[in-house]
């Protein structure tokens, strides 16, 4: 279906799939703007990547995806089919999950809630591996793997406290996830680790962490792995000797939104030397899981909006689109900047352009910089936002009474089709309390 001949849309991202204009225009003419375009290929494509990332680690590596970037049921299906482990927080996840015909033996539940009836719930399907992060989490964790006749491999989440370079930081003074790795009070790595080991039903099984997402610099991991090697053989001495089957190091790999970032590899080189060297001094060669949920979707997918006006102000030109942060919605939370292109391009203008979206709302201005390419933008033009797959369809809000635009995705042999139909008006006015007018 993709022609040759067109224009390729990206000639700059190494990685963001090549859709070619002419099929973006043959999408909007068909489905309407805004939607969203994943590339399955890239998809399967980023697992590979991640899979040979530690190929310096002496050790068996699995890769996660961290379900809650991007919850598609047509991406976590490509996931399933790629055998990777899933990283879920709630039974709604796992529900997606299994529904999409991924099974239990690939999950690893990471709870921030905790709670005995979620537990129950989760072990009922049939989960097998849990991460804790309290103590009050672990025992029902506990009762609930009792109630439930079922031994459960569990892990032991920490936050190291180290600093993180990141646009969002998970570890550095931020008490809501992990156990403290110091101290000897019950909510603390060695308290609930103490614990668990004398837990009939619990089966300690290692050690996870997260430091935060978008880590552009990956010292942080080796400063983490140096402090859980200091506390783990501390509290050999303290708790007798217990195996580490399992490391997870959480997620963070980054994206390269128009800049260069370490990739995969590089992270993996980095920081491999550390994890055998814990190993050895572990006496254990245990599992490593990289847990990615950006860097496994972001580069996949397009976000294609149409250009609906273009005005003068003061010195600059405002280029109108219609879409807006309802369908991007870090672009106004993180100001977070994706790589922006009009198709077809033309000459940069010498005056500042604004791209700013159709909500009546200050904050609906994109972010973009000299890597934007906005030259040429002219009404009824296309824009495409790239490297949208993680942490924006999964956060589409119907504000300023938008229904939800569609999800396209071209598959591994080029063909296109809808992975989630758009919303119209009336689907979206019923949802919003319309069908709670006339009882
Ligand atoms: C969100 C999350 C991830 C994924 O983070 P990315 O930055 O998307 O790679 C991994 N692990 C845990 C525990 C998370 O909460």
Redesign the pocket.
């Known amino acids: 279906m993709a022609d040759p001949r067109a224009q390729p849309v990206s000639r700059t991202g190494v990685a963001t799939p090549k859709f070619v204009d002419r099929d973006l225009y043959r999408m909007a003419e068909t489905y309407g703007t805004p939607y969203f375009l994943i590339d399955e290929a890239t998809l399967r494509k980023k697992v590979n990547e991640m899979e040979h990332a530690f190929s310096e680690f002496k050790g068996a590596f699995r890769v996660a995806y961290?379900v809650?970037?991007n919850f598609n049921p047509s991406v976590i299906k490509a996931f399933c089919e790629e055998g990777i482990v899933f990283?879920l927080?709630a039974p709604s996840e796992l529900q997606f999950v299994l529904r999409c015909g991924g099974s239990t033996e690939n999950v690893i539940y990471?709870s921030i809630t905790e709670t005995l009836s979620e537990y129950e719930e989760v072990l009922g399907l049939g989960v097998k591996k849990v991460v804790v992060a309290s103590y009050n989490g672990m025992l029902n964790l506990a009762e609930a793997a009792a109630r439930a006749g079922v031994d459960v491999k569990t892990m032991v989440r920490v936050n190291p406290e180290v600093h993180v370079h990141a646009e969002l930081r998970?570890s550095m003074g931020h008490g809501k996830f992990g156990l403290q790795l110091y101290g000897s009070g019950q909510d603390t790595a060695s308290g609930v680790l103490k614990r668990v080991l004398a837990s009939p039903n619990l089966i300690f099984e290692g050690f996870h962490f997260?430091l935060g997402?978008?880590i552009e610099d990956p010292s942080c991991y080796a400063e983490a792995i140096e402090k859980l090697e200091a506390f783990v053989l501390g509290a050999r001495k303290e708790l007798g000797h217990f195996e580490v089957n399992t490391l997870d190091i959480?997620?963070?790999?980054p994206v390269a939104y128009g800049k260069k970032v370490p990739t995969p590899k590089e992270v993996g080189g980095k920081i491999a030397p550390q994890l055998n060297s814990l190993a050895e001094s572990l006496g254990r060669r245990f599992t490593l899981v990289a847990?990615?949920?950006?860097?496994l979707t972001a580069e996949s997918t397009v976000l294609v909006a149409r250009i609906v006006n273009v005005k003068e102000f003061a010195d600059a030109k405002y280029v109108y689109v219609d879409a807006g942060y309802h369908v991007l919605l870090d672009s106004a939370l993180l100001r977070h900047e994706y790589p922006v292109e009009v198709i077809p391009g033309g000459r940069q203008a010498l005056q500042k352009t604004a791209l700013v979206g159709r909500l009546c709302d200050p904050l609906d201005v994109f972010p973009t910089s000299s890597r934007s390419k906005l030259g040429g933008a002219e009404v009824g033009k296309l824009v495409v936002f790239k490297d949208v797959g993680?942490y924006s369809i999964v956060m589409n809000m119907p504000f300023h009474s938008q229904p939800r635009p569609p999800v396209l995705m071209r598959s591994g042999s080029g063909d296109y089709r809808v992975v989630r139909k758009s919303q119209d008006t009336t689907g979206l006015f019923m949802s919003e309390g319309g069908d709670c007018l006339h009882p």
């Open positions: 961290s809650k970037a990283d927080t990471t998970g997260h997402s978008q959480g997620g963070g790999l847990e990615s949920g950006r860097f993680a």
